[in-house]
Structure formats: structure tokens, C-alpha cells
């Protein structure tokens, strides 16, 4: 069956190391999506991207970066991690058009210390 | 800017009640409406999905509805089950960023044995 995996699934790290959390999916989706779920703010689009070579920013992006090299990966990376990042990350794809609906993957937790 | 709100944040419910979940909007101009489900310390589980020019979707005993004009969604549950506690999100796609969801807050349905 098609899934959605995320590696790893709890990360601890310490201010200013760069960290690169894994989603990797085997939907042949083209699109991608990063978002983080923090208690009073829900999920917020991080980065996302429609296809290989493709990355665009969303609403919370500063501090992360991705890149997109083939069409089952999409590693998010946060530079020099701050205490603030810590929270819950999910990555999610969809296919390009039909009902665009979105499939998640079972999120890393990634503490900042 | 697109803005999604779900009330109630919790509800507490005896087993085989049949509830309401709702959901509301600000931007009438979406793309799609989709309903998850989420276990404490899982990812999101898609439930529904209804296109723009749809009103319902019906998937066993649960029945979206979707009506754009007012902004608002809900989503029925008959015949509640203790299995059914989790929290329910509603994310919306708005239409020009079509494959981007914009999630509300969520409400936390605990169904009681």
C-alpha cells in the first residue's frame, strides 16, 4: 500500500545545531507539504512544493529550508535550531489537480533545548 | 486571509448520541473542504472531503455538509461511539492556492461509555 513515512519520529537537539527531518512518500504525489502543529496556533504551512525542483514559502518559514530532488522526498531542514521550533511536524502530499485531497504522515516531535 | 474556526473546542457526549461538529470560514471562495481526525500523539487521519461545488459527503455514519455562501461546514456524527474520541479538524483550500489547507483549531470530541 501507498504511504507516507516520517523519520525520525522524536528528535531532541540543542540551540543552534541544524537538524533535517525526513518525509518520504510513495503516492507518486507531485505536491508536498510541511507543517507544524503547536497548542494555540493548529497547523501552519511551513514550505511546500508542487513538483521536483519546485519549493515555495508558507506562513511560518523563516528559519526552515527544503529541497526537492525527486518526487518521493521532501527533507525539511532547519538551519541553526531555536527553542521556539520546538513542536510537532507533519508532512503531507496530494496529487496535481483531481480532488487535491491530502494524506499525512505520522509527524516528528522534535524538542529544542 | 483566509481564517477557519471550529466550535466547540471540546464536547462531551454520551455513547449513541448523534452530534454536530462545526466548522466556518471566511473566504467563501475555496477550492475544497476537508475533515480529518486525529489521535492523541498520531497524525491526521482524512475523513471527507467535499469539492466546492458539492453539499455533502457521506462516508458510514459521518455526513459533511458544506454550504459556501454562509461559510460554514459541519460534520454529523450518528450513533457516537467510544472509538470516536479524538479531535476532529476542519482545513479548507482556497481557490487561486488551491493545493494549500488553512486548518482550524479543532474540537476535541470525547464520547463517553
Known sequence: DAEITQSPRHKITETGRQVTLACHQTWNHNNMFWYRQDLGHGLRLIHYSYGVHDTNKGEVSDGYSVSRSNTEDLPLTLESAASSQTSVYFCASSESGGSNEQFFGPGTRLTVL | ?113
Open chain 2, 1 to 113: 486571509k483566509q481564517e477557519v474556526t471550529q466550535i466547540p473546542a471540546a464536547l462531551s457526549v454520551p455513547e449513541g448520541e448523534n452530534l454536530v461538529l462545526n466548522c466556518s470560514f471566511t473566504d467563501s471562495a475555496i477550492y475544497n473542504l476537508q475533515w480529518f481526525r486525529q489521535d492523541p500523539g498520531k497524525g491526521l487521519t482524512s475523513l471527507l472531503l467535499i469539492q466546492s461545488s458539492q453539499r455533502e459527503q457521506t462516508s458510514g455514519r459521518l455526513n459533511a455538509s458544506l454550504d459556501k455562501s454562509s461559510g460554514r461546514s459541519t460534520l454529523y456524527i450518528a450513533a457516537s461511539q467510544p472509538g470516536d474520541s479524538a479531535t476532529y479538524l476542519c482545513a479548507v483550500s482556497t481557490s487561486g492556492s488551491a493545493r494549500q489547507l488553512t486548518f482550524g483549531s479543532g474540537t476535541q470530541l470525547t464520547v463517553l461509555p
